[in-house]
């Protein structure tokens, strides 16, 4: 089993930056990739951007350029540096973990970009 703890997220203006951060505890050494996805009201859950143990990442074609996500393998965490946000950019945001063949969530939490 993997736990994986989101914090971060709020309330940001548009043009501003955030840091969301996933701290995985439980069996991490079954960890090969992890991943931010988002889902905003009334769509689909969508790809932010992955990273596997080896550091390769891939974005979205939305996110690139403005977002990046980095691991701490040390802290057994996951960053994802938001910046530029757009109002498009507002959702809840998730963070995954593939272990073997199981995928593990995370809570979500709330980016809104607003004035």
């Known amino acids: 089993q993997v736990q994986l703890v989101v914090s971060g997220g709020g309330l940001v203006q548009p043009g501003g930056s955030l840091r969301l951060s996933c701290a995985a505890s439980g069996s991490i050494f079954r960890i090969y990739a992890m991943g931010w996805y988002r889902q905003a009201p009334g769509k689909e859950r969508e790809l932010v951007a992955t990273?596997?143990?080896?550091?390769?990442?891939n974005y979205a074609d939305s996110t690139k350029g403005r977002f990046t996500i980095s691991r701490d393998n040390a802290k057994n965490t996951v960053y994802l540096q938001a910046n530029s946000l757009k109002s498009e950019d507002t959702a809840v945001y998730y963070c995954?973990?593939?272990?073997?063949?199981?995928?593990?969530w995370g809570q979500g939490t709330q980016v809104t970009v607003s004035s």
């Open positions: 995954n973990a593939k272990a073997g063949a199981t995928t593990y």
């Open positions: 990273i596997t143990n080896d550091g390769s990442s």
